[in-house]
């Protein structure tokens, strides 16, 4: 519901393998968000994409990469190089049309555990 | 880069207390500070926000209040219910920085019947 799609819920993935989460939005918002979330270090931005084939890295990319191929869509590959990867990862999208100042609209979030 | 400072970590109060959540923030060009909202095993959801060219905004038992000068911004809750209990974020805007949302650490509010 919301509009923002995150799936899945759950993933489970051995160390060393790559995993990507998908990430999908109908609210024909221009601007997308990926977030990792830790206990007790709130919401820390991963990469971010203003339009279609653009994105840029946020404050802790290293380890994630993106693609923005279509506007509905932002999916985030979990690579082998991030050191630790088990969080709960949230997909957010916003309307930069409105400016600066338009709110975000969460996912439900995907919980990622890697063992 | 813009950085939030958020406190207190954790915050219990009273069923019917008032609740103050504040925050800081390092860029003095952010223009645009809301607050979210996350209960257990849920998304944030955006409860109210504030712009730089106004210093109080009320929403029923929801408040935010903005000090420019200072560059701090708090949440005030009235009247508390089990039902806010949850975690509040803070986050601030970087203008000219694409509408990328730096966010703080997060509180903790319990509310005890």
């Known amino acids: 519901d919301g509009g923002i799609t995150q799936s899945p819920k759950y993933l489970f993935r051995k160390e060393g393998q790559n995993v990507t989460l998908s990430c999908e939005q109908n609210l024909n918002h221009d601007a997308m968000y990926w977030y990792r979330q830790d206990p007790g270090q709130g919401l820390r931005l991963i990469y971010y994409?203003?339009?279609?084939?653009?994105?840029q890295k946020g404050d802790i990319a290293e380890g994630y990469s993106v693609s923005r191929e279509k506007k509905e869509s932002f999916p985030l590959t979990v690579t082998s190089a991030q050191k630790n990867p088990t969080a709960f990862y949230l997909c957010?999208?916003?309307?930069?049309?409105?400016?600066?100042?338009?709110?975000?609209?969460f996912g439900n979030g995907t919980r990622l555990t890697v063992t | 880069g813009e950085n939030v400072e958020q406190h207190p970590s954790t915050l219990s109060v009273q069923e019917g207390d008032s609740a103050v959540i504040k925050c800081t923030y390092s860029?003095?060009?952010?223009?645009?500070f809301p607050w979210y909202k996350q209960e257990l095993g849920k998304r944030p959801q955006l409860i109210i926000d504030i712009r730089s060219n106004v210093g109080e905004k009320k929403d029923q038992r929801i408040a935010v209040t903005l000090n420019k000068t200072a560059k701090h911004f708090s949440l005030h809750i009235t009247e508390t219910q089990p039902e806010d209990s949850a975690v509040y974020f803070c986050a601030a805007i970087v203008t000219g920085g694409g509408n990328k949302l730096t966010f703080g650490t997060g509180t903790q509010l319990k509310v005890e019947l």
């Open positions: 957010a999208s916003t309307s930069s049309g409105r400016g600066l100042h338009s709110p975000l609209h």
């Open positions: 994409s203003q339009i279609v084939n653009d994105f």
């Open positions: 860029d003095s060009a952010s223009n645009y």
